[in-house]
């Protein structure tokens, strides 16, 4: 019986950029793979190679040494499987909603049909923006943009989602109220995530396992599994063992910095 290959894996990934400086290495031997539906958070320092991490999966990047599988077949180029959320949503000014929503099968086939419509109205309605779907973007708050940008990584239905710290330009409040509304929106149709994050807080609370990153050249520095059982909600964030979880991230980071 074949196994199963994992949805993402990393086999000694290095890589190095040619700046006007000279050459700055942001990767060096990471070997990691996420399993099909699995929820991971990747947690480091500013500059440690997290975002370099993503483009690299989405196949925006090449890198300089290793090699990258998605399901088992090695990334060469952007895969329409693969959904990205950004840390802003970069949505079309002049674009409705729903226009923007759909824009991966318009820039895909040049045109939409009614079952796309449909489509993206549901996933409107999914991420809580039923009845804004004419608005345009201006007339959105900012954690109301970033669901548009949530529903449009999700128009495709791709089997993984990227999302490079998509919370991170919102007040703490509407922050806490994306996170659950992500948990939401996973738990009712899984995929596989790879989040990044700088809040310990915020990776404990979402993922199954989080992957913490040492300094530039970045590397896997250590992988946590955390036992916090499913669903979460706001109870979770008193949950005694969330707490641990967040102590010991907290000292290994900073102890790491010191």
């Known amino acids: 019986m ?82 990205i959320v950004f840390q802003r949503p970069t949505l079309l000014p002049w674009a409705t909603i729903e226009d923007n929503v759909l824009f991966p099968v318009r820039h895909k086939t040049g045109s939409v049909s009614p079952d796309d419509r449909k489509t993206a109205q549901a996933l409107i309605e999914k991420v809580g923006l039923k009845d804004f779907e004419k608005r345009l973007p201006d007339e959105l708050s900012g954690g109301m943009q970033q669901r548009v940008g949530i529903a449009r990584a999700l128009f495709m239905n791709p089997d993984i989602l990227l999302m490079d710290e998509p919370f991170s330009a919102l007040d703490a ?35 199954d396992r989080i992957l913490v990153m040492g300094e530039r050249p970045g590397s896997i520095v250590e992988n946590l599994k955390t036992d916090i059982p499913r669903p979460r909600d706001m109870e979770t964030s008193n949950n005694q063992l969330m707490h641990d979880y967040v102590g010991h991230l907290r000292s290994l980071l900073l102890k790491r910095a010191a």
């Open 2 to 83: 074949t196994a199963t290959p994992a949805a993402i894996r990393f086999a000694g990934v290095g890589q190095v950029f040619q700046t006007q400086s000279g050459a700055l290495e942001a990767l060096r031997g990471v070997d990691m793979t996420i399993d099909r539906h699995e929820f991971v958070a990747v947690l480091g320092p500013s500059g440690c190679g997290k975002s370099t991490l993503l483009r690299l999966t989405s196949g925006l990047l090449m890198p300089t040494r290793g090699t990258i599988e998605v399901f088992g077949k090695k990334v060469t180029e952007p895969r329409d499987d693969i959904g």
């Open 173 to 207: 409040l509407t922050r806490e109220e994306m996170g659950f509304e992500l948990l939401r929106i996973w738990e009712d149709q899984p995929k596989t995530v790879m989040f990044i994050t700088h809040s310990i807080s915020e990776a404990v609370l979402l993922a």
